[in-house]
């Protein structure tokens, strides 16, 4: 029995006896093959220059905008590449796929197109918006299953369908046609460059974008500096090389949900490996404050996924140099409007702008009024207050949010709130009474 194992560049027939035969396989070609499956399915998308990111990193940088694509994102590029090869039986079987969301559209698309019937798993924590676009785009061929909470279970239902059925189970990043599929990008602004780019800042989920990407760019532009952007509670690539081998993480944060993977795949990392990326993580809280600005500044709607690769650069998380070509991948714009409460939120206490309390006040009048009168300061604003009174007892407790003025704002506070005769206990993020209180 033999077994086809994809590797950085090779594929190696492994026979019975063990022995192994390496054959050089050409991935430009497979990339190639690719682009021209996708020539008039998926959109050839511009390659625009940002001034708001040149202005703040003194570098010229381009953004691709994978957020105008067929989907939204990039995703259909791999799950139509692998779909369309299906033989006539592969076809009759249909096809089966898991996804945080953009890779189900992906799928629902290129299942219509090609009247190939399809099923979707997607975890509880998809957006409604993924969800209806999904449901949208693969019409009466494709059906969308919720199941489970994190990308990783979606991922388990949708093998073991494809076990129980023999349908095609269509990976969202761990197979080499959805790697090549991927790397169209990678082809594509190349060619809109007048020259080579010197930094390409792309972002990780499973690793199917960096790995198609930086392993074209290796083969076509070997002084290109690549790097991949892992959301700081969910880095599995990171954790992969670090030991040697894909690993599950033990815990993730599914915020950034369309890169919230816990586990690297087994084809995508080695490419990734060898491809010499450099892997950094940026804080969901940033990821954020980069979407706000990108639909304030730019006018763009991104997902935080998308907001992931760019997020690096006005994070400080990927230093560039005053005059290079960088180039960054806007990777999804599939965003509910409804999450922009919590971006809100999560952005302001990241910039340190926003910052809960405890406050036990005195059961007597006038308590509140000297808390405003003496803690507070003059461009403070309190933007929540949950009061519970306790009549048998001298005092009562509320959770006070405080917005302030300006990040310096935060040592006065502090120091009025040590000077006062109140007991106020400062909630950190992270920790046990901040998760339960907020």
């Not at 940002?50 to 381009?62: D, I």
């Not at 954790?239 to 915020?255: H, K, N, Q, W, Y």
């Amino acid at each position: 029995m033999k077994s086809l194992l994809c590797l950085s560049g090779w594929a190696r027939w492994v026979g019975e006896d063990g022995a192994v035969t390496a054959l050089r396989t050409s991935f430009s070609a497979e990339v190639t093959a690719a682009a021209a499956r996708l020539a008039g399915v998926a959109e050839r998308t511009p390659l625009q220059r940002n001034a708001r990111l040149s202005e703040l990193t003194g570098a010229a940088v381009w953004v691709k905008r994978e957020d105008l694509q067929v989907g939204r994102s990039y995703k259909v590029r791999g799950a139509y590449n692998t779909i369309s090869q299906l033989d006539a039986a592969g076809r009759a079987a249909g096809a089966v796929t898991a996804s945080a969301g953009n890779h189900g559209q992906g799928v629902a698309y290129a299942c219509r197109v090609l009247g190939v019937r399809g099923r979707v798993f997607v975890p509880g924590t998809t957006p409604r918006q993924k969800r209806q676009r999904i449901a949208a785009l693969g019409g009466d061929m494709v059906e969308l299953v919720v199941h489970g909470d994190t990308y990783d279970d979606a991922a388990a239902a949708a093998a073991e369908h494809a076990t129980m059925t023999g349908a095609t189970l269509v990976p969202a990043f761990d197979a080499r046609s959805t790697v090549a599929g991927q790397a169209t990008v990678a082809m594509e602004l190349l060619s809109q460059l007048d020259t080579p780019p010197d930094v390409v800042v792309l972002p990780v989920g499973g690793g199917g974008l960096l790995a198609g990407c930086g392993t074209w760019l290796r083969e076509q532009v070997p002084g290109v500096r690549l790097v991949g952007v892992e959301p700081a509670g969910a880095a599995n690539m990171a954790a992969a090389l670090a030991a040697g081998r894909p690993v599950e993480l033990a815990e993730i944060d599914t915020f950034v949900d369309g890169a919230s993977v816990r586990r690297a795949g087994d084809v995508t990392f080695p490419l990734v490996r060898d491809s010499g990326a450099e892997l950094v993580t940026v804080p969901e809280g940033q990821v954020c404050t980069e979407m706000l600005d990108l639909y304030q500044v730019d006018g763009v709607i991104a997902e935080p996924a998308g907001a992931l690769a760019s997020a690096a650069l006005t994070g400080g998380s990927v230093l560039v140099e005053p005059g290079q070509t960088v180039v960054t991948l806007l990777s999804g714009g599939n965003n509910d409007v409804s999450r922009y409460a919590e971006v809100v939120e999560r952005s302001l206490v990241h910039q340190g702008l926003k910052h809960y309390f405890l406050v036990e006040f005195p059961q007597e009048p006038g308590a509140l009024r000297r808390f405003l009168d003496e803690v507070l300061g003059p461009d403070d604003d309190i933007v929540l207050f949950e009061y519970v009174k306790r009549d048998n007892r001298e005092t009562g407790a509320a959770l006070t949010g405080i917005e302030l003025g300006s990040v310096d704002g935060l040592a006065p506070l502090l120091a009025r709130i040590e000077a006062g005769p109140l007991k106020i206990q400062l909630l950190a993020p992270g920790t046990t009474a901040y998760r339960f209180l907020v």
